[in-house]
């Protein structure tokens, strides 16, 4: 998240499961906010960042033990 955050002013992230299901979203309180993902179950999804200016950008990853 650091490394994106560092491009864009990132104020919120969630992480959408591969089915639309929003499973999680946090408000980005500087450059080294971290999420945490251990509880999400082995899967696609995506990472949806939110700029302050409304613009949205979406990151897929895969989570696995």
């Known amino acids: 998240l ?5 491009r864009q002013e990132v104020v919120c992230v969630s992480v959408i499961s591969s089915s639309g299901s929003t499973m999680s ?6 450059p080294k906010s971290q999420i945490d ?9 995506l ?15 895969i989570k696995q033990q």
Do not use: C, M, N, Q
């Open 25 to 30: 979203s946090w408000d980005v309180l500087g």
């Open 47 to 61: 990472l949806r960042l939110t700029e302050k200016s409304g613009k949205s950008e979406a990151i897929r990853f």
């Open 2 to 6: 650091r490394d994106v955050y560092k």
């Open 37 to 45: 993902i251990s509880k999400l179950p082995d899967g696609l999804y």
